[in-house]
């Protein structure tokens, strides 16, 4: 008996799957194309799609339209292209809405205080999900993120401090075990980062600021979902305020 391969597997259901593309906007046309294949898990996450040559049969289009469909496939983080090997739907969704986002943000002007008002609220949820759904593993990454948030406020060291309340703040959100608000706040956070640094700088009670992490992370360890959600909030809180009070918003 022959041995099919993945990838030979794959092609032949996107032979039975597509159909040639009518001549509109090709590039929308696509995307609406691998959509829908994702939708039917004709393709999931990590497949490799077809040559060009061959793909470009398949939905009865030019190369050139084809190729114009992958860039902007590209930009939105959709799929990834490995040179000398060929185009992958991409693996990571954590670039997808990102630039859109951007966008969207710059064109509404929407301001930091709104995105920090939405923080509160998503965070929020999440503090109070994770207060409910965290395993010890999960508490014991959050601690260790703490512990490493003490350690950089002892020697000083600013940049270590910054980066484990970020992987603190990714800890409980990956501790909710929710996918869509993970996601979410992955985006949310890649926005706020250079924002989130500038604000640090003019954190003069970093002590304080360190408090309200270990109130957060008492909430969640004690499975107690209130007590992790206003923890949460009131540190979303103080930050906003110390972002009026400085002038940043």
């Given amino acids: 008996m022959a041995i099919v391969s993945t990838d030979e597997a794959t092609h032949?259901?996107?032979a039975a799957a597509l159909k040639p593309l009518k001549r509109t906007d090709v590039t929308q046309l696509v995307v609406d194309r691998l959509?829908?294949?994702?939708?039917?898990?004709?393709?999931?996450?990590?497949?490799?799609?077809?040559?060009?040559?061959?793909?470009?049969k398949l939905l009865g289009i030019s190369r050139p339209s084809l190729r114009?469909?992958?860039?902007?496939?590209?930009?939105?983080?959709?799929?990834?292209?490995?040179?000398?090997?060929?185009t992958y739907i991409s693996e990571s969704t954590s670039n997808i809405l990102s630039v859109p986002l951007t966008f969207l943000m710059l064109m509404r002007r929407i301001g930091l205080q709104e995105v920090f008002e939405f923080r509160m609220m998503l965070e929020s949820s999440m503090a109070r999900l994770a207060a409910t759904r965290a395993s010890e593993d999960e508490i014991r990454e959050m601690t260790a993120e703490i512990e490493s948030m003490t350690a950089g406020l002892?020697?000083?060291?600013?940049?270590?401090?910054?980066?484990?309340?970020?992987q603190f703040h990714?800890?409980?959100?990956?501790?909710?075990?929710?996918?869509?608000?993970?996601?979410?706040?992955?985006i949310v956070g890649g926005i706020l980062w250079e924002a989130r640094r500038a604000l640090?700088?003019?954190?003069?009670?970093?002590?304080?600021?360190?408090?309200?992490?270990?109130?957060?992370?008492?909430?969640?360890?004690?499975?107690?979902?209130?007590?992790?959600?206003?923890?949460?909030?009131e540190h979303l809180e103080s930050a906003l305020n110390l972002a009026r009070t400085k002038g940043v918003i």
């Fill in 154 to 166: 002892r020697v000083g060291d600013s940049d270590r401090y910054r980066t484990s309340e970020y």
């Fill in 200 to 233: 640090h700088n003019l954190v003069t009670d970093l002590d304080a600021d360190l408090a309200q992490h270990r109130a957060i992370l008492m909430g969640i360890a004690e499975h107690h979902p209130e007590k992790a959600a206003t923890a949460m909030r």
């Fill in 170 to 186: 990714t800890s409980i959100a990956k501790a909710a075990h929710n996918h869509l608000l993970l996601e979410i706040i992955h």
């Fill in 68 to 86: 114009q469909a992958y860039k902007a496939l590209s930009i939105l983080g959709i799929l990834r292209a490995v040179p000398g090997d060929g």
């Fill in 35 to 56: 959509r829908t294949l994702l939708e039917q898990e004709v393709l999931t996450p990590g497949s490799k799609l077809p040559p060009e040559p061959e793909m470009s």
């Fill in 12 to 14: 032949a259901n996107l």
